[in-house]
């Protein structure tokens, strides 16, 4: 279809399995919560373009996630979904970069008319500028510095590939190693490859760039990301 993921949490459950059945039409991966911590841990590890959001959940609200979200965050797509009545909470919004907010009942044609604007936007930012005048090209997988493909393996463009969708934002330790080894059965070895492929790929690029910040950039806290 597109490669793109949504993660859709509500804790209705007949609404869950209706609107997700919809979303499957545009979304190659519609990942589901019935809570907002069992979304927070999907987010975690999963990586989704898109968080489609009740503004009521147990556990957790649809602002506390998208709030925590946005700590590290500022590229994912956040969709909060609303009554009537709760409008109001709305105002805790407004530092959260949301996409739109839909009133609940949703209509279909509404929500997919707001999901297909989102993955056009996605579609129209296949070109990331990164830090020293890097360029990753999200469609053909390239890395480009002054117009000339620097070349990289295949583990580090995947590295690159899974960081390069939301550049600028923090993934996990272990939604990077299950994205860059997938093919292989994952034990206690994969942490230090991955130290080690991201070392291997920083190292790269500042001897070619005669640069000293990291392309790729850690935080004990939230894992990778690469800089923009």
């Known amino acids: 279809m597109n490669g793109k993921t949504i993660l859709y949490a509500e804790d209705d459950q007949e609404s869950r399995e209706n609107y997700a059945y919809v979303l499957n039409t545009l979304f190659d991966t519609v990942y589901t919560a019935a809570d907002g911590l069992e979304a927070l841990r999907i987010y975690n590890s999963e990586a989704p373009d898109v968080l489609l959001l009740d503004i009521t959940m147990p556990g957790m609200d649809g602002l506390e996630l998208a709030g925590l979200v946005r700590e590290k965050d500022l590229k994912t797509h956040i969709v909060m979904l609303t009554a009537h009545s709760q409008r109001e909470k709305l105002l805790r919004a407004v530092n959260l970069k949301l996409d739109a907010y839909l009133i609940k009942p949703m209509d279909d044609v ?22 020293h005048g890097l360029l990753w090209d999200k469609e053909h997988h390239l890395l ?4 000339r493909v620097l070349k990289t393996t295949k583990k580090e ?25 997938s093919d292989e059965i994952h034990d206690e070895t994969h942490d230090h490859k991955l130290t080690q492929l991201i070392y291997r790929l920083n190292t790269k690029i500042s ?5 000293r910040e990291p392309l790729i950039e850690n935080s004990y806290a ?3 990301r690469i800089n923009t």
């Open 110 to 131: 509404l929500l997919l008319n707001a999901m297909r604007k989102i993955i056009k936007e996605m579609d129209d930012d296949k070109k990331v500028p990164l830090v």
């Open 144 to 147: 480009y510095f002054d117009k």
């Open 157 to 181: 463009t995947l590295l690159l590939d899974l960081l390069g969708r939301k550049a600028g934002s923090f993934f996990s330790r272990n939604s990077i190693i299950l994205h860059v080894w």
């Open 207 to 211: 001897t070619v760039l005669d640069e």
């Open 222 to 224: 939230y894992g990778y």
